[in-house]
């Protein structure tokens, strides 16, 4: 059984920053995509940023520039490390992994979710 811990969530001001991470617990082989999808209250959850085994990376257009998505396979880690953070960015952040090789949904994993909040 695979378990997603999250970590790193909290409330900032805008133009801080934040770095979330998620260890595929439990996990054995390495999850060749890992990312992560947001979803801010009353809105569809969004991709933000996912990364794929040979570090293909894919992002949404309003986090370029600004956040950036990678791994450590060793620890089936994911990691987001998110700078110029904007009100707009405040959201629930989940966590997904997949064994294959995936650009979308469905996944095989997703987090829990921790709670970003961007102050202006």
């Known amino acids: 059984q695979v378990q997603l811990v999250e970590s790193g969530g909290g409330l900032v001001q805008a133009g801080g920053s934040l770095r979330l991470s998620c260890t595929a617990a439990?996990?054995?082989?390495?999850?060749?995509?890992m990312g992560w999808y947001r979803q801010a209250p009353g809105k569809q959850r969004e991709l933000v940023a996912v990364i794929i085994s040979g570090d293909s990376t894919n992002y949404a257009d309003s986090v370029k520039g600004r956040f950036t998505v990678s791994r450590d396979n060793t620890k089936n880690t994911v990691y987001l490390q998110m700078n110029s953070l904007k009100p707009e960015d405040t959201a629930v952040y989940y966590c997904a992994v997949d064994r294959d090789r995936v650009y979308g949904p469905p996944y095989d994993y997703w987090g829990q979710g921790t709670q970003v909040t961007v102050s202006s």
């Open positions: 439990g996990s054995f082989g390495i999850m060749n995509t």
